[in-house]
Every structure is written in C-alpha cells, then in structure tokens.
C-alpha cells in the first residue's frame, strides 16, 4: 500500500508532467479541495476546472516540494510552483513575466487516493510579480 507521501508525491508529479488520468486516479470521487481565494470546496469537476485554468496561464509551471511530513491518513507540504505567466490569469494577459509561488498544503487520505485537499499560497504575491497589483514599497 503506497502511503500518503509518496501518493502526493505521484499526484505532483502527473501535475508536472500533465498526466492528467493519473493525476485524476489519485483522487476519490468525492474529492473536495479548499484553495486560497475560492470561493467555497471545488469537487473533481471545479478541480480539473482550476488546473486546466491554472496550467493554460502558466503552461511550464512546475511544481518542487520542499518538504512534506506525513502523520496517519495525513500529508503535509511545504511547495514551490514556478513558471511564466504566458496566458490569462484572473483577468489578467499573459506578461511573460516570471513567477515563484510557495505554497502550503495538506491532503487526507482515504483508501489509497486523496479524498480531500487544503491548499494555500501567496495570490496576492502572484498577481504582483504578473504586475496585476503593485508590490509594497
């Protein structure tokens, strides 16, 4: 049986590698992700919603775990997302600019896929480095 962390660790790297049906198969059928700036839980559908949003604005994002602990049906990360801003993002076109994204997650475990995601990272950070906002003096 694989545990927690090495599942996430299988689930960023489909996400790396756009292996979309495995990043799909890790997850149950009632999956639920709370992610920053949404405005409640996205189900597997507003999930594969976000990513295909997410990765047509940064299509070489490239996500780096920089550490990660697991306790019981639970996996925690601390990330790094990085890539160009080469397509709209929250209204915003493409800048080509450069972005770094570190993150926070942590994901419960049910039956060998992840049942549910809780997910947090700069937004606000984001959308200064695309020049969408300025960045404090």
């Not at 405005?39 to 047509?56: H, V």
């Not at 049906?73 to 076109?93: C, E, K, M, N, Y």
Request: no cysteine.
């Amino acid at each position: 049986m694989t545990n927690a962390k090495e599942l996430n660790e299988r689930w960023i790297r489909a996400f790396n590698e756009r292996d979309w049906e495995t990043e799909r198969a890790v997850r149950t059928d009632d999956y639920l992700a709370h992610m920053s700036g949404a405005p409640g839980p996205l189900d597997n559908e507003g999930w594969a919603g976000f990513m295909a949003m997410f990765t047509s604005a940064f299509t070489n994002a490239r996500i780096s775990i920089d550490s990660a602990v697991e306790e019981g049906d639970l996996v925690a990360s601390r990330w790094t997302i990085t890539g160009t801003h080469d397509g709209p993002f929250q209204g915003v076109p493409a800048t080509g600019k450069s972005v770094t994204i570190p993150g926070i997650d942590m994901s419960r475990v049910v039956n060998g896929k992840i049942a549910e995601h809780w997910a947090q990272f700069d937004l606000i950070g984001v959308m200064q480095q695309i020049g969408a906002m300025p960045a404090p003096a």
